[in-house]
């Protein structure tokens, strides 16, 4: 499995694994399905919501066995 990183998009994260959007809501994102969400970067996104894009990253990639 490819390495995800933070500047992919909200969007390109779920077409790798759907599942990631449950990471990203335990961490507190809850608009996933927001279009404008979509087109966020992981870095973007975290920095809306007060988090560490770099342990996202991690712990998404962890999940994925990358």
Known sequence: MAKVTKDMTIG???QV???IAGILMR???HCLGCPSAQAESLEEAAMVH???A???EAQINDYLGA
Do not use: I, Q, T
């Open 12 to 14: 390109e994260l779920l």
């Open 17 to 19: 694994d759907n599942n």
């Open 27 to 29: 961490a507190g994102m």
């Open 50 to 52: 007060g988090l560490d």
């Open 54 to 56: 770099d342990v996202l």
